[in-house]
């Protein structure tokens, strides 16, 4: 497995200007979580256009379809219309782990993740952040153990946060 560099990813992203939010738990990491993080989760906004550009930004990346047993991942041919009709891909890269999810659980549309979603600046990149108040509803309606196991810690963030006002 690759050393896992974030920066990079989303360096490679803003380079290609895909349009997306960055949501799970770097999201979570960058308001201050705690727990580690060892992928780079986002949601894309759906247009052709704007696919397209992450198809070329996949392609820079070298992504491939994670596949346990095979740290490199299998490579998969794309374009924006095959990645329209793909809901969730789990990918290698140099770079470390990409999940992208067109549809995540608890906020599924993009303008509805978009809305909340802060501008902040990592590494030198703008990266639109998902509000933490939306990370918490889709850790909620994922449902799964890893979810569950961080949810208080999310939801203390998340009330800390906002008792000083941030």
Do not use: C
């Amino acid at each position: 497995m690759s050393e896992f560099k974030p920066e990079e990813i989303l360096r490679i992203l803003a380079e290609h200007e895909v349009r997306y939010v960055l949501i799970g738990g770097l999201a979570a990491t960058l308001y201050g979580m705690a727990a580690p993080t060892f992928d780079v989760d986002i949601t894309p906004e759906m247009s052709l256009e704007n696919l397209s550009r992450l198809s070329a930004a996949l392609k820079a990346l070298d992504a491939r379809i994670r596949v346990d047993g095979i740290p490199e991942g299998l490579p998969f041919s794309h374009d924006a219309a095959s990645l329209r009709d793909m809901s969730t891909l789990n990918l290698a890269t140099g770079y470390g782990p990409l999940d992208i999810a067109s549809q995540p659980a608890g906020v599924s549309r993009f303008d509805d993740w978009d809305a909340d979603a802060a501008e902040i600046v990592v590494s030198g990149v703008h990266v639109r952040l998902a509000s933490l108040e939306d990370i918490v509803k889709s850790k909620e309606a994922a449902g799964r153990d890893k979810d569950k196991a961080q949810l208080p810690l999310l939801r203390a963030l998340l009330e800390r946060l906002r008792r000083s006002g941030s």
